[in-house]
Structures are given as structure tokens and as C-alpha cells.
């Protein structure tokens, strides 16, 4: 499968964005989908895991409450819905698929995206 990350930018503390993750070669719905995020000088961090159906979702402490993940199987894309957003969400955010389990460990991801850089100013 390959993974394009999208929906990225510049934003003031408080906005919102959402993130896309479109999938290709293969249906999204084959897999377990996750975000993480790598901040400058920072080593890449999760953010957030969803099952294949999108009934259970996992995040990472710092996110909870301010972040969404979805998906959209149909349309062959998983999102990441960010509110409240704050200048240390600062970062290139990644989506990545897995076939099982909901890990949090990035070894555990087979396919990465590209990622896409989401930059807060305060």
C-alpha cells in the first residue's frame, strides 16, 4: 500500500487543521492506520492508532481530548482531525499502516506516507 499524507500548514495556536492520509494499491481498510509526528531536533513520536472499522481509537497523552482520528474506507483515506492546536504540535506529521494490533511503536508500522508539515505559531 502506499500513503500520501496531506492537509498540512501554518496556523495560529487555537485554529484547527485535518489531516488526510489517502491510500493507494491497496483498500485502507485492510489495515490498522496510525499518525505519528517528528518535531525539529525531536525523534518521531505517536499520536494516534485506529482500528480497520474506526470503532476504537488510541492517542497519545498530549493529543487526547484536541485530536480525532477517523477514516473514510469508502474514500480510501484516514484522518486526523487537530483542534486547540498549540505551538508544540509543531511537527512533520506521518500516517503509517500496520496489519495488526493498535501499536504505538513505529517499528510496528510496515508502510509509511510521505508526511506533512504542520507548523503552529503562537
Known amino acids: 500500500v502506499q500513503l500520501q499524507a496531506s492537509g498540512g500548514g501554518l496556523v495560529q495556536a487555537g485554529e484547527s487543521l485535518r489531516l488526510s492520509c489517502a491510500a493507494s494499491?491497496?483498500?485502507?481498510?485492510?489495515?490498522?492506520m496510525g499518525w505519528f509526528r517528528q518535531a525539529p531536533g525531536k525523534e518521531r513520536e505517536f499520536v494516534a492508532t485506529?482500528?480497520?472499522?474506526?470503532?476504537?481509537?488510541r492517542y497519545a497523552d498530549s493529543v487526547k481530548g484536541r485530536f480525532t482520528c477517523s477514516r473514510d474506507n469508502a474514500k480510501n483515506t484516514v484522518y486526523l482531525q487537530m483542534n486547540s492546536l498549540e505551538p508544540k504540535d509543531t511537527a512533520v506529521y506521518y500516517c503509517?499502516?500496520?496489519?495488526?494490533?493498535?501499536?504505538?511503536?513505529?517499528?510496528?508500522?510496515?508502510?509509511w506516507g510521505q508526511g506533512t508539515l504542520v507548523t503552529v505559531s503562537s
Open positions: 494499491g491497496r483498500t485502507v481498510g485492510s489495515y490498522i
Open positions: 485506529i482500528t480497520r472499522s474506526g470503532g476504537s481509537t
Open positions: 503509517a499502516a500496520t496489519t495488526y494490533g493498535m501499536p504505538t511503536h513505529e517499528a510496528a508500522y510496515a508502510y
